[in-house]
């Protein structure tokens, strides 16, 4: 039977932001909740919503499954990471899948897990999930750096119930039918006989406690969703579509379980005058045809600041010339790159009676004879002389 479509599972599209799948998750969680619909079918559509968001509601699950049309995915994306401070910076860290052999198929073809395979114990703490942030910067800001604070919601500890779900001087207690394990034993008839498969308890689903008296203010979740702020240290280098890992600053953990990780994509704004590849600038200097001819000392934008540069006599419009030192923070920490300057001749549009005299003279001097229309079509002549 093939898998079903996540999200039109949580009927959201699949160019949906986090929030919108966050939202719609917990639209349908409370719809199709077992202590609250008691409807036929709702308990599994309960089921498949919550299997949706456990791979939608996190951006590496998430990415896997868009490239891959599964969780189970064959293979992980890179890892690698260096440090800032405490925050790790670069891709999302790596994962991976393979096929779990006879085992898979015998728990697939049974609904449960078979094999004697060993189930977690659902009482124990379980990291939070990790959220995504985007972050926009200004062309100077993310050459240099700077620190900035950032809002954003999250699911959080539940102040009243201390994320128990429990209503305040009360305590969850063990799952009366699977008694803690958070799953239960179903007898099947198949064609090899009478089996024995295990299932996520329906009474727990899965968590081997049950809250007599839930608390008012989470509903019994233990967590809540609140708007959360920090002060984020942008470091100085950072390109267009790189990450930045904040451990704990993601959301609430179960069971007492850390808060999950938060990772800031950056999304870097073009400069009108610049361009940037790595750590090396690019910047374009229009020149007259004189300064090319005799030279000049010329000053040249940088990020850093205007600086002179020499242009030499005869330089050709093309020509590049680098300023060392002049570029973008390398991201490591190895120095800072370069600015190429790349001149461009200008060919003035417009000429008064002397500058017309002026280039026929020179024209003159060169051996060349030009008659001139009073257009352009001069200096088009003189590039070949």
Known sequence: MAEQDLYKVLGVAK???QDEIKKAYRKLSKKYHPDLNHEPGAEDKFKAVNEAYETLGDSQKRAQYDQFGSTGGQQGFGGGAGGFGGQDFGG?????????????????????????????????????????????????????????????????????????GAKPGTSPVTCSKCHGSGYIQVQTNTPLGRMMSQQVCDVCHGSGKEIKDKCATCGGSGHTEQSHSIK????????????????????????????????????????????????TIYFKLPIDFVQAALGDEVRVKTVHGDVKMKIPAGTQTGTTFRLRGKGAPRLRGNGTGDEQVTVAIQTPTKLNKGQKEALKTFAKASGKTVAGNGKSSLFDKLRGV
């Open 232 to 279: 984020v240290t942008v470091p100085a280098g950072v390109e267009e579509g790189q990450q930045m890992r904040l451990q704990n600053q993601g959301e609430a953990g179960a069971n007492g379980g850390p808060y999950g990780d938060l990772f800031i994509i950056f999304r870097v704004e073009p400069s009108d005058e610049f361009e940037r590849d790595g750590a």
């Open 15 to 17: 160019d949906a932001s």
């Open 92 to 164: 999302f860290g790596g994962f991976g899948g393979g096929g779990g052999g006879f085992e898979d198929i015998f728990s697939s073809f049974f609904g449960g897990a078979g094999g004697g395979r060993r189930q977690p114990n659902p009482t124990a703490p379980q990291q939070g999930r990790d959220l995504q942030y985007e972050m926009s910067l200004k062309f100077e800001d993310a050459i240099f750096g700077k620190k900035t604070n950032i809002t954003y919601n999250r699911e959080e500890q539940c102040e009243t119930c201390g994320g128990s």
